[in-house]
């Protein structure tokens, strides 16, 4: 059972208790509002002679001083307290999705503008906001609401901006911008799906405060106006006789509690269930660091004097140099944080904006990728694998919706077309059941079957480099082998060119043609992957790593053998 499953599945186990009650007493408090206002508004609302009655089996929360029984004017407010506060959470927070996750997904200074605006107005008092602007429209039942909802949009702007961002750095989300899915619906397909999960949680628990704010505004006399009333205007009608008569705010306060109490639970036990889950987009313009003709024209990919350095002046790759032929497949090895990802997503064109890009040639085939290449013409060209599978793909879509996204994006395919070329290219790489696969979501796969089916949407397009970044370390070693000998059966029969990532020289003595050994942003060591299977090594931090491969031997061995 995949990881992410398991843990849905304890916290249901531990915490079902607050998400039943919750929802017993929610239920409860529907059929009041329903009920109360059909069978009590006559006891709520006439006029008797039986003022300021104490509590009686008759009137169990006694009369109000114009005779109406208190308890059925509780009950009755029910309805319009309800609606209200739904009204404004639904204000609320439709209106700050849309603020906070739009933010995020605009170019970096608007982005920025936004939510500095943001930022200023969460630094307000949600209600001292509500009172100002219920102040502005004056009393009123729905210029209540709209205080309320609209000092509630930039608590929800801030929150989905911060989730979607998280959402944005995830591989899927990468894989989308690659394949020029427009913002809106990467917003709506892959970010919006998988934040709803943590707003609602958000939006159940912070519906009491809501209710409290407009009962709040009520009581002070700028919400709801006689003859209407909800819990705070029947607390108002209490307060003027209070030390006489203090059980005429009973009922209304008992009623606002158990209602905010019914909402925390909700929102408690969906946090026990819902897990919530900075942008990397494509650079606009790395810099050229001095213009010169290309040192390796027949490369396929070329790459000359690339730094990558970061805002505070840290260099992560110091002039790396490569050069990949068609049909090639290049090794790049090193420890973690030696700089590999970073000159692979670089070549990608995604690097995350904070980071600087300087290089002499940075090529893709007649792609000049220092200048503005095409967006869609990269995403054709250049496919990625990540490392973990369980990553790549959205986990609130089937996989059928999101195999089936290059092949109608990028070829143009009709949704049963595309379906039949997933299918036939999922077989090929031998994922069983390829039709029943796409009917299921990706926690429903082995890590395995995913990793193929990344490698088989990847080829979709016929790109002319994969790039892999460590595709096989997240796998176990029988599925890495199953997964190493597809790519070497891709570049047997497509001549695909392959930039492969790995920490384990292993790994990557068993596929590649040439390998380079990185080291603290450099390249150190270049050599043929058959000096590497042979410890023929010059560079004393290649000898190392060799050192520590213990593997080797027998993944080496895995390469003769097929
Ligand atoms: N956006 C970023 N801002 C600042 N530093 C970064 C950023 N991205 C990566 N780094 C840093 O750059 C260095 C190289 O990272 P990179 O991911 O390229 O290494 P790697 O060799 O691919 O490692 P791994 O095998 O762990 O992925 C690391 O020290 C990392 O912390």
Known sequence: MPARWETVMSDARRRPVALVVGIAMAAVLVLVAVAAPLLLTDAATSLTDQVRQPPSSQHWFGTDQFGRDILARALVATRLTLIMAVSATALSVVSGVLVGGAAVLLPSGAKEAVLRCVDAFVAFPPFILALVIAAVLGPGTWSAVVAIGVAGIPGFARLSSTLSASVLTKDFVVTARLLDVRRPAIFSRHVLPNIVGALLMVVTSSFALTLLEISSLSFLGLGVQSPQFDYGRVLNEALATIYVQPWGAVAPSILLVYAGITSM??????????????????????????????????????VDGL???????????????????PGEVLGLVGESGSGKSTTAMAIARLLPENLSVHATTLRLDDLDLLGEPPARRLAAEIGLIYQDPGTTFNPALRMGLQLTETARVHLGRKRRDAE????????????????????????????????????????????????ADEPTTALDVTVQAQVLRQFRRINRESRTAMLFISHDIAVVTALCDRVLVMHDGRIVEELRAADLRAGDVSHPYTRQLLDATPAFITVSQERTET
């Open 265 to 302: 639970l909700i929102g408690d036990g969906l946090g026990a269930r819902l897990h919530p889950s900075s942008t990397p987009r494509r650079r606009p313009h790395p810099s050229r660091s001095a213009a010169r003709g290309p040192a390796h024209p027949d490369a396929l990919v070329e």
């Open 307 to 325: 730094s990558v350095t970061t805002p505070d002046g840290r260099v992560l790759v110091d002039g790396v140099s490569l050069a990949i032929a």
């Open 420 to 467: 039949r070329t997933v299918v036939t290219a999922l077989t090929g790489i031998q994922v069983r059941d390829a039709d029943r696969r796409m009917r299921q979501h990706p926690h429903e796969l082995s890590g395995g079957m995913l990793q193929r089916a990344t490698i088989a949407t990847a080829m979709l397009t016929d790109p002319k480099i994969v790039i």
